[in-house]
């Protein structure tokens, strides 16, 4: 963000829970919203002030139903340099002494085998949440699958994980994510850490998928979207593939099982952090 005048629109989820907070971010990223925050029972948006249109924002909440409700108020927010804001707040990660993921401002950092410079501007993804500390410790682990293999990464958001790996040595990478400023902010990503030449990214969902087919599929979005998806995946991936996947609760980890059973995947292993789990399966 910059420093524009920018909308505050603050969502009441009943009952909040940050499942459900994903499910709403998911469902808002079609909308022009630029960024979002959890603060229970609330997940607050921001949003232009020229791009808010308050009839189409209630008509969107109206249409939608998961078992839970929402009602919402907004307001008008002073003038903040949002690139500051974030900068103070994003620290480097290092996943397993391995992998650093760190921004631009960063400076003087000891170096671990691979590193990851990014600049999330608008889009989802520091590499802070343990999702997506689990799906980077995933791909380090598969370094030996991954090397002159075919990677997707499905809701890419910043494309961490597409970068990464690419830099394990992936012969290409495709990123989707259905945020055309995610997408963007992917490909710029790419780009700042030298692999654009193997990282393609498109605006989209799984649809897309049938364009090819990939060795290794990633997808680290919400349980929903997944239960949703993963036949989809399967058909996507090539005999021997891999899929991992993550953004959902370890007590959910039962339906993803069955749903990737049910489209033809055998279970491999797990990973918890925090009550986030983080799951591997094959198409044999």
């Known amino acids: 963000m910059n420093s524009q005048e ?20 998911a469902e808002l990223a079609g909308l022009p919203f630029e960024s979002f925050t959890e603060s229970s029972p609330y997940l607050k948006c921001y949003i232009p002030k020229e791009k808010y249109d308050p009839r189409m924002l209630k008509l969107f909440l109206s249409g939608l139903d998961y078992g839970f409700s929402v009602d919402f108020n907004a307001t008008l927010m002073p003038q903040v340099n ?35 410079t990014i600049d999330p501007k608008m889009a989802f993804g520091t590499g802070h949440h343990q999702t997506t500390y689990m799906m980077c410790r995933t791909l380090l682990r598969h370094e030996k699958d991954i090397k002159g293999k075919v990677v997707m990464d499905m809701g890419c958001g910043t494309a961490i994980l597409a970068i990464l790996a690419a830099k394990l040595g992936a012969a290409h990478v495709y990123g989707i994510d259905i945020d055309a400023v995610a997408t963007a902010s992917a490909f710029d990503n790419a780009r700042k850490n030298r692999v654009s030449r193997k990282v393609e990214t498109y605006c989209g969902d799984a649809s897309l998928l ?26 996507s991936l090539r005999k021997g593939g891999l899929l991992a996947v993550s953004g959902f609760y370890t007590e959910d980890l039962p339906m993803i099982c069955s749903s990737a059973q049910r489209a033809g995947l055998e279970y491999v292993t797990e990973d918890s952090m925090d009550n986030w789990c983080c799951a591997e399966f094959r198409k044999p």
């Open 6 to 25: 920018y909308i505050e629109v603050s969502i009441k989820i009943e009952p909040y829970t940050e499942e459900n907070a994903e499910i709403m971010m």
């Open 82 to 116: 949002w690139n500051a804001v974030w900068e103070s707040q994003f620290s480097p990660i290092v996943v397993d002494g391995l992998c650093t993921i760190k921004a631009s401002f960063h400076k003087g950092l000891k170096r671990t085998r691979f590193n990851i």
């Open 210 to 235: 049938q364009r090819g087919k990939y060795d290794i599929l990633l997808a680290n979005i919400n349980r929903n979207i997944l239960l949703e998806d993963i036949p989809t995946y399967s058909v």
